[in-house]
């Protein structure tokens, strides 16, 4: 979560939430698109026996079974590509959090894949949040999370999903939501 607005009058909380628009994917994309791309090419090239790659020669490469095999890799490399670039360009998993004592409702809203539930979003009362809940799980797969505990929902994720979020952020966006929602903040 990031970037949280507030009028004057401390009517209403929004904050932002990164979905899949993050840099870690882009590298990844990137990364995997260019291997991909440089594993078709050598299956290609050993098929064709015309050399299109300058870095390399696999015109030398024999077609069966290493140039079949470096264009298996290299489709599997390029569907996977497209998969995260897709993701990306959906922005699956962006969106925000927003609380209005103006209108007494709060609102997540979530970006999805694309089809008929595309837009994922919840509205609810604020009388129905009980609390804010921080959730902190250390070791080997680390997880870092904010939640409102609503009435009659049980416990609803408002953080980012994959890495976690900094102890001093997590508590003080934390902190933050429970002042606002006038709720004790449990799990500290």
């Known amino acids: 979560m990031s970037m949280s607005t507030a009028s004057a009058e401390e009517t209403r909380l929004r904050r932002s939430v990164l979905g899949a628009r993050r840099l870690s994917n882009y590298w990844w994309a990137t990364v995997i698109t260019i291997g991909g ?3 078709f090419l050598a299956s290609v090239s050993s098929y064709l026996k015309v050399n299109l790659l300058p870095f390399a020669n696999p015109t030398e490469l024999v077609f069966v079974p290493q140039g079949l095999v470096m264009g298996f890799y290299g489709t599997a490399a ?9 993701i990306i360009s959906w922005d699956v998993g962006g969106g925000y959090n927003e609380f209005n004592k103006q209108t007494g409702q709060f609102t997540i809203f ?8 595309r837009k994922i979003e ?3 009362a604020l009388a129905d949040i009980q609390a804010v809940k921080v959730a902190i799980k250390e070791g080997l797969n680390p997880k870092r999370a904010l939640y409102l505990r609503v009435k009659g929902k049980g416990e609803i994720p408002l953080t980012r999903v994959g890495q976690p979020l900094a102890l001093s952020t997590l508590e003080n966006e934390g902190a933050e939501l429970a002042r606002f929602l006038q709720v004790p903040l449990e799990g500290l």
């Open 122 to 124: 919840m509205k609810q």
């Open 37 to 39: 791309v440089g594993f």
């Open 78 to 86: 390029l569907l996977l590509a497209t998969y995260l670039w897709l």
């Open 110 to 117: 979530r970006w999805g894949f694309p089809g008929e539930n």
